[in-house]
């Protein structure tokens, strides 16, 4: 079974299981951000709102606020007053994956809500969603297609002062994916990270047995993964081994180089213009593809290398990927003799960019105070400790919670230290547009891995159709 993106793409409900999401017209006041000049301001100065003013909860400061996640009441809101907060994400989650993640755990917290989600399939997909007036609460999404798919929709709002009242302790979170998300808006909040995510390098422990080749390790260099790679890259009895894969997507979207996708002053896209983005394709793609049985596999097959490759054909040794695989492919990994490690850097004790994935309270919200509170919930540190103790990771500082990374998780023997175990390379700043450029990018990146192109030429027509890329969001946003 494949995996799209971040998520499993499982069998939807359908019929009356899936027209229980349906509701009634809700608030379609859903107005479009302006283009540039709304995300020039307010960064200082949301910053300072946050750490001077008053919340409601007994004069508290936001810094100051109730990190256990108790409900706050503010402005009167109770949790034991009933309301409803209804999430919706347009990341193919199922029904299970979010009660096993998130429901099941906020109703126990929260008796009197009801707590409800609309999984995304044909009728319920996002445009369909915002047309028909179906309301949601709570929107949320990864990093990146967060920003790509509230704001155009004009879904978004400012959770600052809701965030403030509520007491939520922003100096709680990894400083990075505040950051990020405070960039594309100007300053504002229109979302707060809830779990996290970043690269690792799994590996098939039985090939490594087979040929003998001592596992990989917490703390290698990229260069010895090349090495690596070479020796685990053979032909054995007619069957063809590799060494090394890779998901080209995720590895362009969380480049270790911290390399951003366009420069937001001029609009333009980086690919050509930033030397880095040669260094990475050269060393990141190319490079461990060139051995003799991976070009005839590409040649052969029109594509490169991937995940099934790794997990269900098990002909792949080394497999960087999202650390989410641990919970999302469980089915996978539970018939492949398996380890992980951290992502070997280029830089010394650097991984991967962090991937939080964001939750923002919508503009149409029938309750933003309850709402309010079930996102105070979901980043306190009971809540964040029950997330890591599944293997998923927090989003906290606060390393009791890392320390409890996988405990519950049908792997807990695995090396979960991997995680962890690197600084997250900062986050670039990133356009609203930032998504479709990863699109372009990979594009022309397997055209050079798979020897169609040389590496000059794909920088260059990955150039020309960014631009266009970029144009073409423009003008449909103006």
Not at 131 to 137: A, E, K, V
Not at 313 to 339: C, I, M, R
């Amino acid at each position: 079974m494949k995996l799209k993106a971040l998520h499993m793409a499982e069998t939807a409900p359908s019929g009356d299981k899936a027209l229980k999401f349906r509701y009634g017209q809700g608030d379609t006041n859903m107005n479009r951000p302006s283009n540039r000049t709304r995300q020039l301001l307010l960064l200082g100065a949301a910053a300072l709102m946050l750490g001077a003013c008053s919340n409601g909860n007994g004069g508290k400061s936001a810094a100051e606020g109730d990190p256990a996640g108790k409900p706050s009441e503010a402005n009167g809101q109770k949790a034991s007053e009933p309301a409803e907060v209804i999430f919706y994400s347009n990341n193919n989650d199922t029904v299970e994956s979010f009660d096993n993640r998130f429901g099941d755990a906020l109703r126990k917290k929260f008796p009197n809500y009801t707590i409800k989600y609309i999984q995304s399939q044909k009728g319920f997909m996002l445009p369909e969603m915002i047309s028909s007036g179906t309301r949601f609460d709570i929107f949320f999404q990864s990093i990146g297609n967060f920003e790509g798919n509230a704001f155009p929709n004009g879904i978004q709002y400012d959770m600052t002062e809701l965030i403030q009242k509520h007491g939520v302790d922003l100096n709680r979170f990894e400083p990075s994916i505040i950051d990020s998300v405070r960039q594309a808006s100007g300053g504002k909040l229109y979302g707060i990270p809830i779990f996290t995510n970043n690269m690792v390098l799994y590996y098939n422990k039985s090939l490594f047995d087979k040929f003998g080749v001592a596992y990989p390790k917490n703390g290698m260099t990229w260069d010895e993964l090349i090495d690596m790679s070479k020796k685990m890259t053979r032909d054995d009895g007619g069957k063809q081994f590799y060494g090394f894969a890779r998901s080209p997507d995720h590895l362009i979207r969380m480049n270790p180089l911290s390399i951003p996708m366009a420069d937001l002053k001029t609009d333009t896209p980086t690919i050509n213009t930033d030397e880095r983005w040669r260094t990475f394709f050269q060393k990141y793609m190319i490079a461990p593809s060139q051995d003799p049985l991976t070009m005839d596999y590409m040649q052969k097959n029109n594509k490169i290398l991937g995940l099934d490759d790794f997990s269900v054909n098990q002909t792949v040794a080394l497999f960087p990927y999202l650390a989410s695989y641990v919970y999302v492919g469980q089915e996978q990994l539970k018939n492949l003799n398996w380890d992980m490690t951290a992502l070997p850097a280029s830089e010394p004790g650097v991984g991967s960019q962090s991937y939080p994935s964001y939750f923002g309270i919508t503009n149409m919200a029938k309750n933003k105070d309850a709402a309010m509170e079930v996102l105070k919930y979901m980043v306190s540190d009971e809540f964040q400790a029950q997330l890591a103790r599944k293997g998923i990771m927090p989003v906290l500082k606060n390393t009791d919670s890392q320390k409890q990374l996988g405990q519950e998780s049908v792997f807990k023997d695995k090396n979960f230290s991997a995680m962890f175990y690197n600084k997250f390379a900062p986050i670039p700043p990133k356009a609203l547009y930032d998504a479709q450029l990863v699109s372009v990018y990979l594009k022309y990146a397997q055209q050079a891995q798979m020897g169609k192109m040389d590496l000059n030429t794909a920088l260059r027509s990955a150039e020309e159709e960014a631009k266009k890329t970029i144009a073409d969001y423009k003008s449909k946003m103006k």
